[in-house]
């Protein structure tokens, strides 16, 4: 009897709806909750993820963080979006302070005398939820086109600072040597992958 009620129990809860948490969250990928406007980028909540390969044994990671810039959009015209995005190199990080020493030397980022890097939109093809955004990337002193492949994460209004709050994430790939930081090549790959996650506040 035991087993059959327990069997029982097992059964309904099994049957029973699941609650969303997602209605619970500020923000919903919902593109009516976003408003037009200027927003100012998030420091604290965006950042850019790279990798590369380590002479074929394992894939190095780090990011860039503490950004500054901001987004201009209208829902009504999505392509006509206009993005400018800062990062400092002060804001790199990674797990070995030894190897964060070392990125920052002239022999790659150089980053005394490279000390941000930029990226700026020059056009914006926007497709439901997702848009290729094109723009100039200065890095290292050099400035070359790149392609972002955005996704649109969620809208609404931040609890905490009260403010109307748009959230993107994007992929794209880059060659290191194309903008003078090809040492090491082919023993680290030159391609880098990046992930970007970008929070911008009204």
Not at 108 to 128: C, H, I, M, N, Q
Not at 153 to 181: I, Q
């Amino acid at each position: 009897m035991k087993h059959l009620s327990f069997a029982l129990a097992a059964a309904l809860l099994a049957a029973a709806p699941v609650a969303s948490h997602a209605q619970d969250m500020p923000g919903v990928k919902d593109a009516a909750r976003v408003a037009a406007g200027t927003y100012k980028v998030d420091p604290n909540h965006t950042q850019v993820v790279w990798s590369v390969d380590h002479m074929g044994f394992s894939t190095l990671y780090g990011a860039f963080g503490q950004p500054s810039g901001s987004l201009t959009l209208d829902p009504k015209a999505p392509s006509d979006a206009k993005l400018s995005i800062e990062f400092p190199m002060s804001g790199l990080t990674v797990t070995s302070e030894k190897f964060a020493t070392h990125l920052k030397t002239a022999e790659l980022l150089d980053a005394a005398k490279f000390p941000k890097a930029t990226f700026v939109s020059t056009k914006v093809e926007a497709s439901g939820e997702t848009a290729k955004i094109t723009g100039d990337l200065t890095l290292h002193g050099v400035t070359k086109p790149v392609t972002l492949d955005a996704t649109f994460h969620g809208a609404g209004a931040n609890p905490m600072s009260k403010a109307e709050t748009v959230g993107f994430s994007a992929t794209a790939k880059l060659k290191r040597s194309e903008f003078g930081l090809g040492a090491f090549v082919p023993v680290v790959s030159d391609e880098v992958d990046l992930k970007l996650t970008a929070a911008f506040e009204k």
